[in-house]
T-cell receptor, first 113, second 112 residues
Framework: ELKVEQNPLFLSMQEGKNYTIYCNYS?????LYWYRQDPGKSLESLFV?????AVKQEGRLMASLDTKARLSTLHITAAVHDLSATYFCAVVSSGAGSYQLTFGKGTKLSVIP | ETGVTQSPTHLIKTRGQQVTLRCSSQSGHNTVSWYQQALGQGPQFIFQ???????GRGNFPPRFSGLQFPNYSSELNVNALELDDSALYLC???????????FGSGTRLTVV
């Protein structure tokens, strides 16, 4: 059974600081997603990482994937208040023609002015 | 705008009742999956439909069932509601299984 672990689960950081969220998963997968969720809202896709060594950047967020270590990171550079949200990583697994996303528990990020 | 719409947005039901949630996928997306997100948790996979057939299910009992229609819409039905069924229910559609999930805005179900 695929397990996805994120840490930290809660993160309070000051504006302007840098930090990294980690996502470990237990079995081989070639697709990993990062999502953002604001309170009471749905999931907003941030990144999809498809191969070992993949790195993607959008604004102050950068995601990377190491399939050998089964580790993805989401790095936040010079945080701003607008980045406050819950961030999820999700790993694709397949079986019998079906594909499913297994999510981590999420990292609740609070950026303090 | 996500292209995936869900209805209703909020719903309150009594324990033991039945509920139907609806999802309209993006045109051309022939795969739809449903997820349950309890408060403070990550979404959990309920099941997936491809070309109107269920082809994958997570760890949910049979009282969770679904349908997918030729026009790409789908339904999630839950019978004999329990208090623990209170959650945000999300549907996600893709045009190619395993890639490019588009999530709907969700239905918040409260069971009292």
């Amino acid at each position: 059974e695929l397990k996805v672990e994120q840490n930290p689960l809660f993160l309070s950081m000051q504006e302007g600081k840098n930090y990294t969220i980690y996502c470990n998963y237990s079995t081989t997968s070639d697709r990993l997603y990062w999502y953002r969720q604001d309170p009471g809202k749905s999931l907003e896709s941030l990144f999809v990482l498809l191969s070992n060594g993949a790195v993607k950047q959008e604004g102050r967020l950068m995601a990377s994937l190491d399939t050998k270590a089964r580790l993805s990171t989401l790095h936040i550079t010079a945080a701003v208040h607008d980045l406050s949200a819950t961030y999820f990583c999700a790993v694709v697994s397949s079986g019998a023609g079906s594909y499913q996303l297994t999510f981590g528990k999420g990292t609740k990020l609070s950026v303090i002015p | 705008e996500t292209g995936v719409t869900q209805s209703p947005t909020h719903l309150i039901k009594t324990r033991g009742q039945q509920v139907t949630l609806r999802c309209s996928s993006q045109s051309g997306h022939n795969t739809v999956s449903w997820y349950q997100q309890a408060l403070g948790q990550g979404p959990q996979f309920i099941f997936q439909y491809y070309r109107e057939e269920e082809n994958g299910r997570g760890n949910f009992p049979p009282r969770f069932s679904g349908l997918q229609f030729p026009n790409y819409s789908s339904e999630l039905n839950v019978n004999a509601l329990e208090l623990d069924d209170s959650a945000l229910y999300l549907c996600a559609s893709t045009h190619r299984a395993g890639y490019g999930y588009t999530f709907g805005s969700g239905t918040r179900l409260t069971v009292v």
